[in-house]
């Protein structure tokens, strides 16, 4: 109740469209965006390269192969993109 009616911070709130990291947000639609062009078969992916700008991008999610828990599998860039690419929607009880 710091200061009710007098500070608002909406705009300092944001809305997350997927439960994981922020920083796979982008991968997540990419995919889509391939996803809208044409059917996707996982069997049929070997790799998916990840440009970025962002060094925290691969310094964090960029390294976790093998989560070994929920919290890792939601910071992990790999074990997301291939649930997105299984057809998960990665919200929060996807990843449970």
């Known amino acids: 109740v710091d200061r009710l009616g007098e500070r608002y911070v909406l705009m300092e709130t944001s809305i997350k469209m997927y439960s994981?990291?922020?920083?796979?947000?982008?991968?997540?639609?990419?995919?889509?965006?391939?996803?809208?062009?044409?059917?996707?078969?996982?069997?049929?992916?070997?790799?998916?390269?990840?440009?970025?700008?962002?060094?925290?991008?691969?310094?964090?999610?960029?390294?976790?192969?093998?989560?070994?828990?929920?919290?890792?599998?939601?910071?992990?860039m790999s074990f997301s993109l291939a649930m997105m690419l299984h057809g998960y929607d990665c919200w929060w009880w996807d990843y449970q």
């Open 20 to 76: 994981c990291c922020h920083l796979i947000h982008a991968g997540f639609d990419g995919i889509k965006e391939l996803r809208a062009e044409r059917p996707i078969d996982p069997d049929e992916v070997q790799h998916i390269r990840v440009s970025t700008s962002t060094p925290s991008l691969i310094a964090h999610v960029g390294v976790i192969k093998r989560p070994p828990d929920v919290l890792a599998a939601q910071f992990s």
